[in-house]
């Protein structure tokens, strides 16, 4: 049976690149954005010309009062595309950065990231888990900044190290229904993330390169279709775990 992914986050960047590759792995894909609805109906063509069905909903993972509604949104659109009242996979992916000394992060700072990165991804995971297929997946994208210390991340790794934490007990409650919840960690990539600061500044590049093994940072084509295949049938007995795709970053 075809199955069906929700990414979220997934208009650019990583979770658009693990959109595209879970429809090439042959999977349907139901994919969120929360600004441009445009970039996000360009990812849904994408798929639909790789064979693949795809729907693109509206989401503020920030917005914790608007999941019942995405729920329902949810539903209908899987009911009208699928028959179906379920997906396969939940792939926690939205989010945004920021770079601030501890001395110079502010609550507001601060409040956003933990609104959307961990408050966000609990209460999406609860609101959806009745909508997630028993035997199913859970991906959370954290990050490589939660084991290796880089000055000015001290809140962004924070609220990453909270979610490897919840995805720890995510696969220890939901376990039961036989759902698997793992953590993938990204090293740096170049991606809009801070403003595409690993992609365009080439100080910024080359420092975090360096701390590579492989020698450089990473694209979105070093994790998307990590993440799809996480997804695959052949992983079916790992949960719990963090698993870093980094390039080796300073090993
Ligand atoms: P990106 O290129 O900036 O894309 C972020 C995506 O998340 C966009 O689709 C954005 O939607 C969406 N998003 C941001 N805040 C959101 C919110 N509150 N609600 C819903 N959607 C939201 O960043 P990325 O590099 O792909 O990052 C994806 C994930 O990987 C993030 O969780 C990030 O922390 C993690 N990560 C990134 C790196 C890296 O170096 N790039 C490394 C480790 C981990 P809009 O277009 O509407 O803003």
């Known amino acids: 049976m075809t199955t069906i992914s929700l990414v979220t986050g997934a208009s650019r960047g990583l ?37 693949r069905k795809a729907v693109a909903l509206p989401l503020d993972v920030g917005d914790l009062a608007s999941f019942p509604g995405f729920g329902e949104q949810l539903r209908d659109a899987l009911t009208t595309l699928w028959n179906r009242d379920n997906v396969d996979h939940l792939v926690n992916n939205a989010g945004h950065g920021v770079m601030a000394s501890i001395s110079e992060t502010t609550e507001a700072q601060f409040d956003a990231l933990f609104d959307v990165h961990v408050k966000g991804v609990f209460f999406l995971t609860q609101a959806l888990a009745p909508l997630i297929a028993d035997g199913g997946r859970i991906v959370n994208i954290s990050s490589g900044l939660t084991r290796v210390s880089f000055p000015g991340f001290s809140a962004y790794a ?94």
């Open 15 to 51: 979770g658009r690149n693990t959109a595209i590759s879970i429809a090439r792995h042959g999977g349907d894909v139901v994919l969120t954005y929360r600004t441009s609805a445009e970039d996000a109906m360009a990812v849904v063509a994408e798929i639909a010309a790789l064979g």
């Open 158 to 251: 924070a609220a990453k190290g909270a979610v490897e934490i919840l995805t720890v007990y995510m696969a220890r409650e939901f376990g039961s229904r036989g759902i698997t919840v793992n953590t993938v960690a990204p090293g740096a990539i170049e991606t809009d993330f801070l403003g595409g600061a690993v992609r365009d500044t080439p100080d910024y590049n080359k420092g975090f390169a360096d701390m590579t093994t492989l020698g450089r940072v990473g694209t979105p084509d070093d994790i998307g279709p990590m993440v799809a295949s996480l997804l695959g049938a052949d992983n079916r007995w790992m949960t719990a775990q963090r698993i870093e795709v980094s390039g080796g970053q300073t090993i």
